[in-house]
């Protein structure tokens, strides 16, 4: 984790690392304006895509009403041509064949053939009921083709008739909308022992003279993602449509607004829902692809039910005249444990971060927390990991705290060069930066703003792990019941905007501790303010003074609907980063060995590194345009 370290000379680092933050957070909050034409746009798009549910119902009324008044499949012909065949069949009803292994139970509806429910056996959700990634029509999967007698058919509005069968140990559903005992469109689903991924295949036989084999068939899918947390704002930053194309390259739709895209090669496509995922994984990648998604949640006192709509639109072309089309679905935890099992890079949709950030985590922390999570409980490894990272960056901290010891001992010659150049600043900056290069305080050195810069991809990689680490999920510690979601110990009867409706714990332990460790080195960092300020340039002191009180209050009011695992490691790490100091200050640095020693080198001639030089040239060239300027005035 980034230590919140605010001395002049560290202070870039500490508002690159500011900015980070604030804008990732800050743009997950459109503005009102903003809301209000996403909601309108997104009103637009639903209300121009009749779904499939009304069309559906329109047309089954009719053709059920034709089959109570008639048998005669010519008069059904009129309406589905040579389907009629199968709406003539027993199987003609909406019923559901159940299809299940160890962890997943599948139901599927004669109607349409395809997947209406699909419960995720080992887990619940934050109300201990069961997770359903499927449930009551929020998935719609429709095959739309012509046929040679120029009519244009929905699979969803067909009969399909089942047959399930095992071989071996794995169980085989067939789905057959026939024309004829042996003419059929088949969606056949494989499901193996103990496994969330779903062999799945669309394909037809003796359809070659029925289907209109100019137009590819399209495959629609439509999916709403169900909250399954505690604060559906928060999940919804982690609802996110992610794919494969290209190869290996990844890429993910709008994490807050409505958004499409057109691809290509695509290996993989996740409908993520934070700690859970729907992946459909072609044998072969899809040649192009049409993806959408719609940001459902824009009150989320109304909006409490689902978090986005996922649409998907690829053309399914024709092989010999038929279709023959293998792929798998994935329905399980978004956990890279699991993922990595199928050897598909199923993991890259789980947001671990960009560049090193990402490698940081997958390559890092996420195997070192699994592994301490072996031996020990889910917050105690959170509290071990925590001092581990703070050991490893024990030295760089250390030589922070030393430079701030050194700038401090030496603040009454600081306070001379200050006050003999009072009338020429660049000068005393200059003096000021000499002096401290010559004690080994050098602004610029590893005791300076460079451990910032060390420090801030761990930092940035601790604040992407903690949410979604799956194996925080629903674990306790103390009185967290989740360690995955916001500690809440008090709830409120009114929304504070940004805040919430409850107050959560740790975020305000958090708060005290980045408050008290600040406190307690504002006078090492006053110390090594020295350099006067330039005419034009903030003023650091009281940029100091005012981040003391600033970075305490961000903490407890962007944290407050964060997971607490989170909370939790930035409390400890800044206890840790107290003790730390308190035994450097009282038992490691002698003032007086250290006085001793600033007084030996400052005796010795010391060598200037590259950048002193450019710095001193850049300076001197400054007071020499300085010069030259008030020359002109005179």
């Known amino acids: 984790m980034e230590e919140k370290k605010l001395d002049l000379n560290t202070i870039i680092g500490f508002i690159l690392i500011g900015a980070i933050l604030l804008f990732m957070l800050w ?87 395809f997947i209406s429910e699909v419960k995720l056996k080992d887990y619940v959700n934050h109300d201990s009921v069961p997770v359903f990634l499927i449930k009551d029509g929020s998935s ?29 140990d794995n169980q085989i559903l067939s789905m057959r909308l026939k024309v004829s005992e042996s003419q059929f469109l088949e969606y056949r689903y494989e499901l193996k022992p103990n496994d969330h991924m779903l062999g799945f295949s669309v394909r037809s036989q003796g359809l070659s003279s029925i289907f209109n084999n100019s137009q590819d068939v399209q495959l629609d899918w439509k999916f709403d993602a169900h909250r399954q947390g505690k604060s559906i704002d928060f999940e919804n930053r982690y609802t996110r449509l992610s794919y494969e194309h290209e190869g290996d390259k990844t890429n993910k739709l709008s994490q807050t607004g409505d958004d499409n895209e057109s691809v290509i090669d695509v290996s993989w ?38 978090t986005k709509r996922y649409e998907v639109n690829l053309p399914l072309d024709f092989s010999g005249g038929e279709l023959t089309h293998n792929m798998s679905i994935y329905y399980g935890p978004t956990y890279d444990k699991v993922l990595n099992q199928y050897n598909k890079n ?41 001092v581990l990272v703070k050991i490893l960056l024990s030295f760089v901290q250390y030589k922070q705290f030393l430079t701030q010891a050194k700038n401090k001992i030496i603040k009454p010659e600081l306070d001379a060069i200050k006050e003999k150049y009072k009338k020429d600043k660049m000068k005393a900056q200059k003096e000021t930066m000499a002096l401290q290069s010559r004690v080994g305080a050098n602004p610029m050195s590893l005791g300076g703003c460079l451990p910032m810069f060390i420090q801030m991809p761990v930092f940035y990689s601790l604040f992407m792990f903690f ?39 740790f975020p305000i332990l958090a708060s005290v501790a980045i408050f008290f460790y600040m406190k307690m080195t504002t006078g090492q960092q006053m110390a090594a303010n020295q350099a006067p300020t330039q005419e034009g340039m903030p003023d650091m002191a009281k940029m100091m003074k005012y981040m003391i009180y600033f970075s305490p209050i961000l903490m407890l009011i962007f944290f407050n609907n964060y997971a607490s695992g989170l909370s939790l490691y930035y409390f400890i790490s800044n206890l840790i980063s107290i003790a730390l100091m308190l035994v450097i200050k009282n038992f490691i640095i002698d003032e007086d060995k250290v006085l001793a020693q600033i007084q030996v080198s400052k005796l010795k001639p010391k060598k200037q590194s590259r950048f002193q030089k450019k710095m001193a040239e850049i300076m001197e060239q400054a007071e020499a345009q300085k010069q030259a300027q008030q020359k002109r005035k005179k």
């Open 27 to 113: 743009q997950q909050q459109p503005s009102a304006e903003e809301l209000a034409s996403m909601d309108q746009t997104r009103k637009e798009k639903l209300s121009n895509e009749p779904s499939l549910d009304n069309e559906t119902l329109i047309e089954m009324e009719d053709i059920s009403q034709t089959l109570d008044s008639s048998q005669d499949l010519e008069d059904f012909k009129s309406k589905v041509g040579n389907f009629a065949y199968a709406m003539s069949l027993p199987s003609a009803t909406s019923t559901f064949t159940t299809f299940e292994n160890e962890v997943l139970s599948l139901k599927i509806d004669n109607k349409g053939g």
């Open 140 to 168: 719609q999967f429709n095959l739309n083709f012509v046929t040679t007698d120029n009519r244009t058919l929905n699979s969803s509005e067909l009969y399909f008739q089942p047959n399930l069968i095992k071989s071996g």
């Open 346 to 386: 199923l993991e890259a949709s789980i947001p671990f971060g960009w560049g090193i950030i990402g490698w940081i985590n997958k390559s890092v922390f996420s195997p070192l927390y699994g592994w301490l999570t072996n031996y020990l409980s889910y917050g105690i490894a959170i509290i071990v990991m925590t």
């Open 269 to 306: 496509i996740s409908f993520r829902q934070h700690f859970f995922s729907t992946i459909l994984v072609p044998d072969t990648p899809f040649e192009e692809v049409n993806l959408k998604s719609f940001n459902l949640v824009n009150d989320a006192n109304v909006d409490t039910l689902f």
């Open 467 to 505: 949410p979604i680490a799956f194996e925080l999920r629903q674990k306790s510690f103390l009185w967290v019941k989740d360690l995955s979601s916001y500690d809440s110990i008090a709830e409120l009867p009114f929304y504070i905007p940004f805040y919430g409706d409850h107050i959560s714990l």
